[in-house]
């Protein structure tokens, strides 16, 4: 059986979730720190759940 599932992830550095690879950060997969735009503009500290 063949996994479709193996794609990398890695953790958002602004909500904390994590994220999975997508087709459009192939070319710039290892400078993607955000799993979005959102995300990348907001470039918070604060913990998640945290006000
Ligand atoms: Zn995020």
Redesign the pocket.
């Known amino acids: 059986m063949r996994k479709k599932h193996d794609l990398p992830q890695k953790t958002?550095?602004?909500?904390?979730?994590p994220?999975t690879w997508r087709k459009k950060w192939s070319k710039v997969w290892d400078e993607v720190k955000?799993?979005?735009d959102?995300?990348r503009s907001e470039r918070k500290r604060t913990a998640p759940g945290q006000p």
């Open positions: 958002c550095q602004s909500c904390g979730l994220f955000y799993c979005s959102r995300c």
